[in-house]
């Protein structure tokens, strides 16, 4: 294509024309007024000079015309895949592809958007027709075409916001008079004190329908708590306790509502992260020894524990003669302590504790109780534990996990068993991957027989270091050696006193990362990852369920001794649940109200308004069960792009030069002619 034009470079500036124009309009007025001959002549002579000095070119441009673009945005969200709306979207897409490409000079961009990836809230189709646009100028822009539900959550706020001037239009997957029950949450606490109740507001939202009831059922951790019945549009709380610290997974489930869209949204999850407000931990150190700070300075370093500590310096048999009323030490308050608030603690701890007439038989009686209806024991044995005045010959037998049989002093290296490399309270121990471990020796250990546990550290012979017992609802751990506190001051090496300690103390006190026997699911990056712990030599094929109901066998391999693993990704948000026929996980990937299924009934009024203002349209791509398209046009300058049967796009006439021809007009020869004629003329005239 070749095109035709004058261009101008003056030789002056531009101001100097203007004056020179100026000048020579007065010039030509004044000539009128007097009626001079050869006015003419000298009023062209004047131009001439001027156009001289404007520098006129004839142009010619070779140019390429460029083409149109389209672009066909397809949304592929989940709630895309309810009825037969994939089905509708597939079929729209060829349809209109067919139509586009039969049009000359128009280039068609193809976009999928909307995909489930775990992280992205809503479906952002406006994102994509950016990212598919973002190398086309403007003034190549054809239209744009969305293929959707009309569920969209990044529609601009006006036509302006598009940054292109060209028609949108909505091909609208789905039926009218669509059915849908889902439940939103509208208030829930994200943390909750362990023991503490909290409240979480719900609705029962039902839409192209009313005066519906469902049957409502509320779970915690897969344990169903009640049932109840809503109406349509119904509000409700739910109040329920924190049982234990970690995250509390509630769900809301709502019967199905009779020919609704999906049963994904029946049920809303609401992960509640339970915060113990203080552990409460008795010690009671028997005699004062050199590990005695050590149990001390552990707990009191640790925020979330309240301790409470008595050291028995004076035992009852203990007689010098000093008044009572000049004695400056605290009588210990055992009634108060192993009766009356026993229960208000989450772990006892008998450090070198032997029986001195403190304590009463029927008050080790409590202890026993309290372990078995869930309270935690852990005694640091020395040479108390195999002596006459040991604990063990209290009513604690029916709980302590060996009986002692006498003491041993040399010197060894704590090693880990087979079992303590799985359990989570030993695993991974600092120094434990070098043989013999990496610690420091230990110089006396407590002879025992008769465990009912095997250990999970020993000592050099084999004998049992550290035993950890479940009895009843509560937990035991018995160490047998009282020289940890070489570790602590560095000893010989040292060795990991913080983390077996802390890791220790936080078993008994059932916190739920350190079970032997778990479950769990979490999410890395982009991920979920399932997780399962066990003290066994292998694990069973997991089972994974999406959010939407599908489900999946995982395999898991051995990650470290003790814990399976297995990764996979967390396309989709909303609750995910993982079991092996034995235990089950829960986990909730994203908010708690996800926009894609929040309202899932298919609509043209989300798109219409934005489609209207540039000139396009939102239609239905299906009213009769079979998908219908409207013709495709090809429209020149006009601002409507929609009609009854078709839709338009908007042809562009741009195009990129790819030569350019330039002569001169009034230089060289030819100028100098035009103005010498323009003189020679007025002189033949003012000479008649």
């Known amino acids: 294509m070749t095109q035709y034009g004058i261009a101008f470079a003056p030789l002056v500036p531009m101001f100097v024309l203007w004056l020179g124009l100026a000048a020579a309009l007065v010039v030509v007025a004044v000539l009128l007024l007097r009626r001079a001959r050869g006015t003419a002549w000298r009023a062209a002579a004047l131009a001439l000079i001027l156009l001289a000095l404007a520098n006129p070119s004839f142009t010619r441009e070779t140019r390429e015309p460029l ?7 397809v949304d592929k969200s989940p709630s895309q895949n309810f009825g037969d709306r994939t089905k509708q979207t597939d079929e729209a897409r060829d349809a209109l592809l067919a139509k586009l490409r039969e049009i000359k000079g128009l280039e068609v961009r193809v976009a999928d958007a909307g995909q489930a990836d775990g992280e992205t809230d809503g479906t952002r189709l406006f994102s994509a027709l950016s990212s598919t646009l973002f190398d086309v100028p403007t003034d190549r822009i054809a239209g744009a075409f969305f293929i959707t539900d009309g569920r969209v959550h990044d529609i601009p706020p006006n036509a302006e916001a598009l940054g ?14 669509e059915r849908d029950r889902r439940v939103a949450i509208v208030s829930a606490p994200r943390f909750g004190i362990v023991g503490q109740a909290q409240t979480i507001t719900y609705k029962l939202d039902d839409q192209g329908v009313s005066g519906e009831r469902a049957e409502v059922t509320i779970r915690r951790d897969g344990e169903e708590l009640s049932r109840r019945i809503l109406a349509s549009g119904e509000t409700a709380r739910i109040r329920l306790d924190i049982p234990h610290a970690g995250q509390n997974i509630v769900e809301i489930e ?17 992960s509640i992260d339970g915060v113990r407000d203080k552990l409460r931990v008795l010690l009671v150190s028997g005699e004062p020894h050199a590990g005695e700070r050590t149990w001390r300075n552990l707990l009191k370093s640790d925020a979330s524990v309240d301790l409470v500590h008595f050291t028995i310096l004076r035992p009852p048999e203990k007689q ?7 004695l400056s030490l605290i009588a210990f308050p055992t009634r108060e302590l192993f009766q009356q608030k026993i229960n208000e603690f989450q772990l006892i701890i008998f450090d070198r504790y032997a029986r001195q007439g403190v304590l009463p038989t029927a008050y080790f009686d409590n202890i026993a109780r309290y372990v078995k209806r869930g309270g935690a024991v852990l005694v640091a044995a020395g040479p108390d534990y195999a002596s006459q005045t040991s604990i063990w010959r209290t009513p604690l037998d029916t709980v302590l996990p060996a009986e002692p049989t006498g ?24 120094g434990a991957a070098s043989e013999p471990p990496n610690w420091g020796r230990f110089f006396r250990i407590v ?11 020993e000592g050099a012979a084999g004998e049992p270091l550290l035993l950890l017992s479940r009895q009843g609802e509560g937990r035991v751990a018995l160490l047998l050696s009282d020289q940890i506190w070489l570790w602590a001051r560095g000893y010989d090496g040292g060795g990991p006193h913080l983390d077996l300690l802390r890791r220790l103390s936080h078993w008994l006190m ?15 990056a982009r991920d979920l990852v399932v997780t399962r712990q066990t003290m066994a030599e292998g694990v069973k094929p997991v089972t994974v369920t999406s959010p939407s109901g599908k489900s999946r066998e995982v395999t898991l391999s051995l990650s470290e001794p003790g814990v399976w693993r297995a990764t996979f990704p967390a396309d989709e948000l909303g609750l995910w649940q993982a079991t092996d026929g034995e235990l089950k996980a829960l986990i909730n990937v994203g908010p708690t109200n996800p926009k894609e299924f929040a309202e899932v009934t298919s609509t043209t009024q989300a798109l219409a308004p934005l489609a209207k203002a540039t000139g ?24 409507v792009f929609e009609g009854s049967g078709w839709l338009g796009v908007k042809m562009r006439d741009a195009s990129v030069v790819r030569g350019i021809g330039v002569f001169p007009a009034l230089t060289g020869l030819i100028g100098l002619l035009l103005l010498l004629g323009a003189f020679a003329a007025t002189w033949v005239r003012e000479g008649r």
């Open 67 to 73: 083409s149109s673009v389209a672009a066909v945005i």
């Open 164 to 177: 292109f001037r060209a028609p949108v239009h909505a091909l609208v997957s789905g039926h009218s008079g």
């Open 254 to 270: 709502a019967s199905p509502l009779q020919d609704e869209l999906t049963p994904v949204n029946n049920r809303a999850v609401v």
């Open 320 to 326: 010098d003669g000093t008044p009572i009323n000049e």
């Open 407 to 430: 003491v041993s002093e040399k010197a060894f290296r704590a090693q880990l068993t087979d079992i303590g490399k799985r359990h989570p309270v030993t695993r991974g121990l600092s």
């Open 447 to 457: 002879d025992t027989r008769n465990p009912t546990v095997p250990p999970v550290m």
């Open 510 to 524: 059932k916190q739920p990362e350190l079970d032997e026997e778990a479950l769990r699911l979490g999410t890395q």
């Open 616 to 639: 396009g349209d939102a239609r239905r791509v299906s009213e009769s069960g079979s998908v219908v398209l409207p013709r495709i046009l090809p429209i020149h300058g006009s601002s």
